[in-house]
């Protein structure tokens, strides 16, 4: 609708030009008749049709002006209208629209390349969307699943002492499970929706990796994995709370993947004067390529034997801290042989949106 108001204005401008153009080109052509006689011309009659040729001129100036002004604006506006029915299609939800920007130039093209890239990345968020919700569903069901049964079976008069402790122990497995689960994803949802703005504090990096060690004891005591921990004492600038997340989830994988009579090495390898190297490296069941390249992707379990120890969340919670405090990170793997994440911190960091 605001399209034809800009066409029919825009028509009636460039009448108004094309026509005052004209009107004063006629006038100078009939202005030079009178000023210059010559031979060519019988002056006398031109005088006595003076008001005929300036009517006729006139006549002829509107017909042309206005076929021009028509054809200039469709010309014109062609494109425009086109841009902006695809703009009304996004609008209503329909994110496969693509216009054809072949016969486009210059700001034109470039506004209709930018509308059908915006389309592009509406359509995969829609995947994204679509995807994290029936992945979240299906993560949810299998803990719920669980617990029913465990409800059923607690209630069931034939239930031994002995089951029933079995019972709430396995409870109790699926009840951590579920929060793990909501706990992770109201993280990521955290970090990718809203701007974490905080003042950088300064804090010992080595403790706090001491730390995220010791918080998995039970886990590697239980498992007798000797610990290799490096840590020579380094001062930090940033988030202390969004860093500890990177060290807990891959202190906890290095943990969760690797068998018993294991070794787990955490280390400070290199205090530059811009970053930490930080090294946490298992021998456990290591990854093959194609793991290694979904690792960060949310929901992604490469080992379907471990699954119920985890959500497949904490990689993608891993990066995208990483993205937020300017942490690099990379992972070499072999299977069978182990795994070793090299994280990159600066010494200054302010966490970022
Ligand atoms: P999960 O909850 O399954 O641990 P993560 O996002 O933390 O999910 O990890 C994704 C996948 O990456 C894991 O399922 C596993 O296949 C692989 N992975 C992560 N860390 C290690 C590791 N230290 N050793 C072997 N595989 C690992």
């Not at 809203?194 to 886990?219: G, H, Y």
């Amino acid at each position: 609708m605001r399209l034809k108001v800009f066409n029919r204005l825009y028509r009636r401008m460039l009448f108004l030009v094309c026509f005052v153009f004209g009107l004063l080109v006629a006038l100078l052509l009939f202005l030079l008749f009178l000023l210059f006689r010559t031979s060519l011309f019988d002056i006398t009659t031109i005088s006595e049709n003076a008001s005929l040729i300036v009517i006729c001129a006139v006549i002829s100036i509107l017909l042309v002006t206005q076929s021009m002004a028509i054809f200039w604006s469709k010309r014109i506006t062609k494109p425009i209208s086109t841009i902006s029915r695809a703009v009304d299609e996004i609008a209503e939800g329909n994110f496969e629209v693509n216009i054809d920007d072949s016969k486009f130039k210059d700001e034109i093209k470039a506004l209709a390349e930018n509308i059908n890239k915006m389309a592009e990345e509406l359509r995969s968020i829609e995947v994204m969307r679509s995807d994290f919700v029936s992945n979240v569903s299906h993560e949810f069901r299998a803990p719920l699943a669980a617990i029913q049964g465990y409800v059923a079976l607690l209630g069931d008069d034939s239930t031994t002492e002995s089951q029933r402790k079995e019972y709430y122990t396995l409870l109790a497995e699926s009840t951590g499970q579920l929060s793990g689960l909501v706990d992770s994803i109201l993280k990521l949802s955290r970090l990718e929706t809203q701007n974490i703005i905080s003042k950088p504090v300064k804090f010992s990096l080595d403790e706090q990796l001491r730390r995220a060690v010791i918080m998995f004891e039970n886990e590697w005591s239980a498992k007798e994995i000797d610990l290799e921990l490096d840590l020579p004492g380094c001062e930090c600038t940033g988030n202390e709370e969004l860093l500890n997340q990177i060290w807990v989830n891959l202190i906890g994988n290095a943990v969760k993947f690797t068998d018993k009579g294991g070794k787990i090495g955490v280390k400070i390898e290199d205090t530059g004067k811009y970053y930490i190297v930080v090294k946490i490296s298992d021998n456990g069941i290591g990854m093959s390529e194609e793991v290694k390249k979904h690792i960060f992707e949310k929901f992604y379990q490469g080992d379907s034997s471990r699954r119920r120890q985890g959500n497949g969340l904490g990689l993608a919670l891993v990066k995208s801290v990483a993205v937020h405090t300017n942490c690099r990170i990379s992972v070499e793997s072999e299977v069978g042989k182990g795994t070793t994440f090299t994280v990159k911190v600066p010494k200054y960091s302010e966490a970022n949106a």
